[in-house]
């Protein structure tokens, strides 16, 4: 029997996966994505772009498509979809993994202050001028607007459009993975003083972590969400020993 395993992405770490699925002879495969990228890479699965309409329509596209498994590897602060994705496991019956990077933990030598969301470290900013490297999302800066007294240096994968509108941003379009040496030089050329940073874990983002480490950053570190997961697995090989497992249940009970 083929099996079939729908894979919510967004990440690197669920391109990777969907790749080595792919590897193996007999799944149906197909990675969905947000959309919020305007040139994803290239991924190695068939892909399809957007929501579901919820819990209940994302259960129902399960159904409808005839499903054995789902797997969630979307970004740890996906909340809303990850929310969704053991909702609507529930409702189709079928197995969810969750692949969840391990976050970030402060070392020696690290000037973190943890802040609830984006509005808390534009708070956590203050009131005199600074400069400020945003490592946000596009969808994360409109609050930022609120202190044009501050500098902002902004790197999207996606050009920011419209631009904020305060006096001084400087735009860096670039894709990750990014090196220690070229950050350094990118946070001591712009005075950066304070980095605004979601804590991702993994390695593909860390560079800026480490660097701020080194040239005495501090990094205004935003919480993750509190999601009423189940459980995980931390990397994608302990992603793929789930998946097999799941689906070897499936196999012994005949569904």
């Given at each position: 029997?083929?099996?079939?395993?729908?894979?919510?992405?967004g990440?690197?770490?669920?391109r990777?996966?969907?790749?080595?699925?792919?590897?193996?002879?007999?799944?149906?495969?197909?990675?969905?994505?947000?959309?919020?990228?305007?040139?994803?890479?290239?991924?190695?699965?068939?892909?399809?772009?957007?929501?579901?309409?919820g819990?209940?329509?994302?259960?129902?596209?399960?159904?409808?498509?005839?499903?054995?498994?789902?797997?969630?590897?979307?970004?740890?602060?996906?909340?809303?979809?990850?929310?969704?994705?053991?909702?609507?496991?529930?409702?189709a019956n079928?197995?969810l993994?969750?692949?969840?990077?391990?976050?970030?933990?402060?070392?020696?030598?690290?000037?973190?202050?943890?802040?609830?969301?984006?509005e808390?470290a534009?708070?956590?900013?203050?009131?005199?001028?600074t400069?400020?490297f945003?490592?946000?999302?596009?969808?994360?800066?409109?609050?930022?607007?609120a202190?044009?007294?501050?500098h902002?240096?902004?790197?999207?994968?996606?050009?920011?459009e419209?631009?904020?509108?305060?006096p001084?941003?400087?735009?860096?379009?670039?894709?990750g993975?990014?090196?220690?040496d070229?950050?350094?030089?990118?946070?001591?050329d712009?005075?950066?003083?304070?980095?605004?940073?979601?804590?991702s874990?993994g390695?593909?983002?860390?560079?800026?972590?480490?660097a701020?480490r080194?040239?005495?950053?501090t990094?205004?570190?935003?919480?993750?969400?509190?999601?009423?997961?189940t459980?995980?697995?931390?990397?994608?090989?302990?992603?793929?020993?789930?998946?097999?497992?799941?689906?070897?249940?499936?196999?012994?009970?005949?569904?």
């Open positions: 029997m083929t099996r079939s395993i729908l894979i919510l992405g990440t690197a770490d669920a990777i996966l969907a790749g080595k699925l792919a590897e193996d002879s007999g799944y149906r495969l197909l990675l969905s994505m947000a959309g919020r990228t305007r040139n994803p890479v290239a991924q190695p699965v068939p892909m399809r772009t957007g929501g579901f309409g819990a209940s329509g994302l259960a129902a596209f399960i159904t409808e498509n005839q499903f054995d498994l789902l797997v969630d590897a979307t970004h740890p602060y996906a909340a809303r979809i990850s929310t969704n994705a053991i909702e609507a496991a529930r409702l079928i197995p993994v969750t692949l969840e990077r391990p976050a970030w933990e402060k070392q020696p030598g690290d000037d973190w202050q943890s802040v609830a969301d984006v808390s534009l708070a956590a900013l203050g009131a005199e001028s400069n400020a945003l490592a946000l999302g596009r969808q994360e800066l409109l609050p930022f607007e202190a044009p007294q501050h902002y240096l902004i790197r999207s994968v996606d050009p920011v419209p631009p904020l509108d305060v001084h941003a400087h735009y860096i379009t670039a894709r993975p990014f090196a220690l070229d950050e350094m030089t990118l946070l001591r712009n005075r950066v003083a304070f980095i605004v940073s979601k804590n874990g390695t593909a983002a860390y560079a800026k972590i480490e701020a080194r040239l005495g950053i990094v205004l570190m935003i919480e993750r969400p509190a999601i009423s997961r459980a995980t697995v931390p990397t994608i090989d302990a992603a793929l020993a789930a998946i097999r497992h799941q689906l070897s249940l499936l196999d012994e009970r005949g569904e």
